[in-house]
């Protein structure tokens, strides 16, 4: 089968990348101060190693951009949640449109905690939290997604999954996102030596 990209619709494009770029990693992002936005998202990945930086697409909607993107320009900071996969049901139902002024961690009885360098809260129960404060939004296209990137100001990691000064992923059991409604949790793991130089 040959796809040529530019016959493809934007909803094309984006059944063929979602099935393309598996597994991903999910960002569940916590913003806002006064009503606390949740949202995952799975287009996720670190942008910079010094200083620790995240980036994350978070689609349009139809009609609007999305809270989560209001919520960080307006307030300069976010959280970078990462699930266990015994968050699963949570971090689906996270994604279900609310309006602004409803919290969907009050909604779905998610304990929040205070942050130590931003004003937005974090989830407490989660493995890992990566407090942020906002660097830059980026538009490729009219009906594409907006990449937000921001800066890690501070971790919070669950004593329960480190190991030797490490997060051990294997008991952070993190999630990953596939096509669809469809999530995946750590599979066979396989441990090479170093490549001399890499």
Avoid at 33 to 43: E, H, Q, T
Avoid at 68 to 73: A, D, K
Avoid at 140 to 156: D, I, K, M, Q, Y
Wanted: charged share 20%; aromatic share 6%.
């Amino acid at each position: 089968m040959h796809v040529d990209a530019s016959t493809l619709s934007p909803a094309e494009t984006y059944r063929l990348l979602v099935g393309s770029v598996v597994p991903r990693p999910i960002a569940w992002v916590t913003s806002g101060v006064d009503v606390v936005n949740l949202a995952p998202f799975s287009s996720f990945t670190w942008v910079s190693q010094h200083p620790a930086m995240l980036g994350f697409t978070v689609n349009r909607r139809a009609d609007r951009r999305k809270d989560t993107v209001l919520n960080i320009e307006e307030v300069g900071e976010f959280v970078v949640n990462i699930a266990g996969d015994d968050l699963l049901p949570a971090l689906h139902a996270s994604s279900e449109f609310l309006d602004r002024s409803e919290s969907e961690a009050e909604r779905l009885g998610l304990a929040l905690a205070p942050s130590s360098h931003v004003r937005v809260p974090r989830l407490r129960d989660v493995p890992v939290a990566m407090e942020c404060r906002y660097h830059s939004t980026n538009v490729f296209s009219p009906t594409g997604g907006e990449f937000v990137v921001g800066t890690v100001v501070a971790w919070h990691i669950a004593d329960e999954v480190v190991s030797d000064g490490r997060i051990d992923t294997d008991k952070l059991r993190p999630l990953g996102r596939l096509a669809g409604p469809r999530y995946t949790s750590l599979g066979t793991i396989t441990e090479l030596p170093p490549v001399p130089g890499g």
